[in-house]
């Protein structure tokens, strides 16, 4: 149990489908982030918040758009996605400052696009 | 940009030492990471390096160089437990938050 809890832990939808990922943390941090691992790929940083206002976009395409609507809580809407998109999504959060603090990551959610 | 490299795997024997290297190049960053991620779980933080030398905690010890753009995490008295992936991150100067620039990981085979 990292703090950080990401629901649904597997998701199976079909790329005309709307669904939503949930990351929810209770670490009084300040700071949130999207990740997506790939298969054998790096770990890509796609969204960050900071104080609840999106401070960075890694050129990640608009089928995904992310949610933050108070300091504990992150949301992905995914929609119109493609067999490309299946990897596992990771969550993180950190208490923003000197920059030397550790990022704290949910379990993910493995999505699958059929 | 930062370019972080990794070995793809290792292998190592239940109670011997391993060295796991990272070279990077990066205009700058605040800290270097080492998170542990076992397979369809999340990563968790092991160890970070802001000065030159070494950081000792346990079993892990994690060593920086940044004029050499070189950082190693060191695994000692290996056990079966340790069979997991190995990902070095910088944490790139930013405004104030503190996202990570990942390798692609090490995914380390401990056997008996």
């Known amino acids: 149990e990292t703090g950080v809890t990401q629901t649904p832990r597997h998701l199976v939808m079909g790329m005309t489908n709307k669904k939503s990922l949930k990351c929810e943390q209770h670490?009084?941090?300040?700071?949130m982030y999207w990740y997506k691992q790939s298969a054998k790929k790096p770990l890509e940083l796609m969204f960050v918040?900071?104080?609840?206002?999106?401070?960075e976009n890694n050129s990640v395409p608009s089928r995904f758009s992310p949610e933050c609507p108070n300091s504990s809580h992150l949301f992905l809407h995914l929609h119109t996605l493609q067999p490309e998109d299946s990897a596992l999504y990771l969550c993180?959060?950190?208490?923003?400052?000197?920059?030397?603090?550790?990022?704290?990551f949910g379990q993910g959610t493995r999505l699958t696009v059929v | 940009g930062q370019n972080i490299d990794q070995p793809t795997e290792m292998t190592a024997t239940e109670g011997a030492i391993v060295q796991i290297n990272c070279t990077y190049q990066?205009?700058?960053?605040?800290?270097l990471f080492w998170y542990q991620q076992h397979a369809g779980e999340a990563p968790t933080f092991l160890s970070y390096?802001?000065?030159?030398g070494l950081e000792e905690k346990g079993r892990f010890s994690s060593f920086l160089s940044r004029s050499k753009g070189y950082s190693y995490l060191l695994l000692k008295e290996l056990q079966m437990k340790d069979s997991a992936s190995y990902l070095c991150?910088?944490?790139?100067?930013?405004?104030?938050?503190?996202?990570?620039?990942f390798g692609a990981g090490t995914r380390l085979a401990v056997h008996p």
């Open positions: 993180a959060s950190s208490q923003p400052g000197s920059g030397n603090t550790e990022a704290f």
């Open positions: 670490l009084g941090h300040n700071a």
């Open positions: 918040y900071s104080l609840e206002e999106r401070v």
């Open positions: 990066t205009s700058g960053f605040n800290g």
């Open positions: 390096n802001v000065l030159d």
């Open positions: 991150a910088v944490s790139p100067l930013s405004g104030g938050y503190n996202k990570l620039i």
